[in-house]
T-cell receptor, first 114, second 113 residues
Framework: DSGVTQTPKHLITATGQRVTLRCSPRSGDLSVYWYQQSLDQGLQFLIHYYNGEERAKGNILERFSAQQFPDLHSELNLSSLELGDSALYFCASGVTGQVEDTQYFGPGTRLTVL | GESVGLHLPTLSVQEGDNSIINCAYS??????FIWYKQESGKGPQFIIDIRSNMDKRQGQRVTVLLNKTVKHLSLQIAATQPGDSAVYFCAETEGTGFQKLVFGTGTRLLVSP
């Protein structure tokens, strides 16, 4: 158990809908990272927050957004969902967010868009 | 369990053998490299890391080798055990600023008893 929690574990929804994925980092970690893992794209970095502020962006679609709250939990919002958004979504947390920060991954949320 | 990728390269070994998993990275500016292990139905788990100013680093039963000339990274697992069966990913990031990992496609390791 990494100490990172993600909810829900599974989510099934329809195209065009909007969902929110939640992540609670390990106690004391200030950084939260979001990743998408799909069969054809592998593990893709989406976005990184440190202590409430966005620090780095990867291949995140405009339909997706994220935020980190004062209590350091983070939410990833996915809107206007398409079939291709079906994937595993992981968050990871770290202490510093700097180059040599070790990321601890949560168990993931499996999103299925029908 | 959940499938991470249907078309991953696969390495099959016998229990007790040594395993070598390879990774080619693309960014010459990458300065820090990490190996992750992902078991079925779980998130990736940190195994070992290496900075670009090193060419070898050892951990418990694992060794990472870095060849910057040909942009190649390898993970060696000694005395492989059935519990080592998983998908292994290398990841790279540039050496400045906030971490932004780029993951490789992964290799599936299957260990037979």
């Amino acid at each position: 158990d990494s100490g990172v929690t993600q909810t829900p574990k599974h989510l099934i929804t329809a195209t065009g809908q909007r969902v929110t994925l939640r992540c609670s980092p390990r106690s004391g970690d200030l950084s939260v990272y979001w990743y998408q893992q799909s069969l054809d794209q592998g593990l893709q970095f989406l976005i990184h927050y440190y202590n409430g502020e966005e620090r780095a962006k990867g291949n995140i679609l405009e339909r997706f957004s994220a935020q980190q709250f004062p209590d350091l939990h983070s939410e990833l919002n996915l809107s206007s969902l398409e079939l291709g958004d079906s994937a595993l979504y992981f968050c990871a947390s770290g202490v510093t967010g700097q180059v040599e920060d070790t990321q601890y991954f949560g168990p993931g949320t499996r999103l299925t868009v029908l | 369990g959940e499938s991470v990728g249907l078309h991953l390269p696969t390495l099959s070994v016998q229990e007790g053998d040594n395993s070598i998993i390879n990774c080619a990275y693309s960014n010459s500016a990458s300065d820090y490299f990490i190996w992750y292990k992902q078991e079925s139905g779980k998130g990736p788990q940190f195994i070992i890391d290496i900075r670009s100013n090193m060419d070898k680093r050892q951990g418990q039963r694992v060794t990472v080798l870095l060849n910057k000339t040909v942009k190649h990274l390898s993970l060696q697992i000694a005395a492989t055990q059935p519990g080592d069966s998983a998908v292994y990913f290398c990841a790279e990031t540039e050496g400045t600023g906030f971490q932004k990992l780029v993951f490789g496609t992964g290799t599936r390791l299957l260990v037979s008893p």
